[in-house]
């Protein structure tokens, strides 16, 4: 809560004060919204009514045909069906990722703040320098090891990568949720003879639920709206929606679509922005643990 | 931070000192195997690989003729790289500053028990759950100066407006701060104001008591205590700046001509369409030795704050 008082007695120049500071508010609210409103309309919008049109000019009737082609019919780079077999994509490869990631991360976090073995302080220490290495360091050895495992170019592929990189948050973010688990409770455990993956699953799990959340809405986002590995790895049917964007709107044969652009624009910002309008709590957590120490 | 101290030499830390070791024994270290196999593999591993690279001839594939620190030169004589490397500096600093001060701002405006601030700051913080590519074709169309922002003022009756920035080479890497600042200072408002909501509420009533003007408690008070916040938001923030890639990708595709190119851009486009293998691992040894630079002494300040306490 905040602390700071409000003059108890508010004077003209309080007053004033306040007028001012609400609109100061809310012309920035006014520039963060922009964007997303002229996407909007524009996407609602024909191809005539654009360009004769400004940015903030209404539609004059609701037409979603730009939806329907940005979904089922716009061509991105090769081939015209849409954007929706990426979408699919898209969560062929955030599912499975964000699966895996978040139940390695919890073992991990376990392991490194409840059975400490000698050296694991150490490992976790070395594991977060891969939250913070410019993934362009190790680009080109992945797209090697891919092509000898025979998943390049795969959604399989596109998996491995995401948890590969993927665990070193989540298990910071397991690790500093369980930090605060009394070690007596997993040694009083053990003594009536309970094993390593029974505390875990009948102590730890049921008290995880809120940091499962964060860290499966941090890999949910975090996954969806990667483009690098998308565009580095992915095959031609395999690409992530957000490459399939790309694309879409940098195709440059016959007249600019701007309408269908921004249709698949938004399309392809939903699922994220569902997540955090749902869930925005959970979301602002993650950031910020993920910030203080990544 | 005894745990650690406790720790060492003692083997598991469920010292009961078992005669023989079971398979419970070995639980952890099999659950954390892989974790730790990847990490040395393509963390640590695929780092040094990537530097050996950056020492040999490899163009189209990878191959092992080492030539020394030549694709450095080449690298530091190539002007596109040097471009990309100026825009980082103007990209980033202007970034970092701008969204750092708005954060700050506006944390402290929404600080003050300001009516539907769950609302605002849900508006304020959207655009960071969105990708960089959808960030970008969204300020794509804004910018563009046919029918973007220009021909809505010119058509507003500003009829000498002129906002081209997105296709003049020389203000084109503007335009890159514009929408990473739209993406970003959101989420340091968020982090700001967690940290003013964490300040100690006897310290600013005592302050008060002692007749010290609103202003001057934010400033001799309140801000200082911030420090840790403003060094953490820097870090992340100089960390997507060098990262940056989806978004030039988007909004610019690196033009006018190369005049918008970041290091990750031009890291991606040497080394997987140009051929050039040598010469981008040289590239991303250089981005990683910026990370560096930024990450150790802030680990260790970290650290070193941590054992005073």
């Keep these: 809560m905040s602390n700071k008082a409000v003059g108890r007695k508010t004077s003209g120049l309080d007053k004033a004060l306040r007028v001012a500071l609400y609109t100061v508010l809310l012309v920035v609210a006014a520039f963060y919204l922009m964007p997303f409103i002229v996407m909007l309309l524009t996407s609602l919008k024909d191809v005539e009514e654009i360009r004769t049109g400004t940015l903030l000019s209404l539609p004059a009737t609701l037409n979603f045909e730009s939806w329907s082609k940005a979904w089922s019919s716009a061509c991105t780079g090769g081939s015209c069906g849409g954007i929706s077999p990426y979408f699919m994509n898209s969560f062929q490869i955030v599912l499975p990722a964000v699966a895996i990631s978040t139940l390695v991360g919890a073992l991990n976090g376990y392991v490194i703040s409840l059975w400490k073995f000698r050296g694991s302080d150490f490992f976790f220490a070395a594991m977060l320098v891969g939250c913070f290495i410019p993934f362009q360091v190790i680009l080109l050895p992945m797209a090697q090891t891919l092509g000898w495992l025979g998943i390049a170019n795969t959604t ?25 688990i009394p070690g007596e409770l997993v040694k009083a455990a053990r003594l009536d003879g309970a094993g390593f993956f029974t505390i875990f699953y009948r102590i730890i799990l049921p008290v995880s639920t809120p940091i499962i959340v964060v860290t499966v809405i941090w890999q949910f986002t975090q996954i969806w709206n990667d483009f690098l590995f998308g565009v580095a790895f992915s095959g031609f049917d395999t690409q992530p929606v957000t490459v399939a964007l790309n694309n879409l709107v940098n195709t440059s044969f016959g007249g600019k679509e701007y309408n269908v652009d921004m249709a698949a624009a938004i399309i392809a910002a939903l699922p994220t922005l569902a997540v955090y309008v749902f869930a925005g709590k959970y979301f602002v957590r993650g950031l910020t643990a993920g910030a203080v120490k990544g | 931070m005894n745990t650690k101290a406790a720790n060492t030499g003692s083997g598991p830390t469920q010292s009961g000192r078992p005669a023989r070791l079971s398979l419970a024994d070995w639980m952890p270290k099999i659950v954390m195997a892989p974790t730790v196999i990847v990490t040395l593999v393509c963390i640590y591993g695929y780092m040094i690989w990537t530097a050996v690279l950056s020492f040999t001839g490899s163009r189209m594939l990878p191959s092992y003729n080492f030539v020394g620190f030549d694709q450095y030169e080449r690298l530091f004589n190539n002007d596109r790289w040097m471009v990309a490397l100026s825009n980082l500096g103007i990209f980033g600093g202007l970034f970092i500053a701008i969204c750092l001060f708005l954060g700050v701002t506006l944390a402290i405006f929404l600080d003050q028990k300001i009516r539907a601030e769950g609302a605002i700051r849900t508006i304020y913080l959207y655009p960071m759950a969105i990708s960089f590519i959808v960030t970008g074709t969204a300020w794509k169309w804004l910018l563009n100066p046919t029918n973007g922002l220009e021909k809505m003022m010119v058509d507003f009756g500003f009829e000498n407006f002129k906002f081209d920035w997105l296709i003049n080479p020389d203000m084109v890497v503007y335009c890159l701060v514009i929408a990473a600042v739209w993406q970003a200072s959101g989420f340091v408002m968020a982090l700001f104001l967690a ?77 997987f369409t140009r051929s050039q293998i040598g010469l981008g691992s040289a590239s991303a040894m250089v981005m990683l030795g910026c990370v560096l630079a930024i990450l150790v002494p802030y680990l260790y300040s970290e650290l070193r704050g941590k054992r005073h306490e």
């Design chain 2, 195 to 271: 940290g003013l909501r964490g300040v100690d509420g006897d310290l600013i009533k005592a302050a008060h008591l002692d007749g010290a003007s609103t202003f001057t408690t934010y400033r001799r008070i309140i801000l200082p205590s911030l420090k840790p916040v403003f060094f953490s938001a820097l870090v992340v923030l100089s960390h997507i700046a060098i990262k940056s890639f989806d978004l030039v990708a988007a909004l610019t595709n690196g033009g006018p001509g190369y005049a918008s190119d970041l290091p990750a851009n031009f890291m991606y486009t040497y080394t």
């Design chain 1, 156 to 180: 399989s592929g596109l998996v491995f990568v995401h948890v590969v990189y993927g665990i070193a948050f989540t298990t910071l973010f397991f690790r500093n949720f369980y930090q605060s």
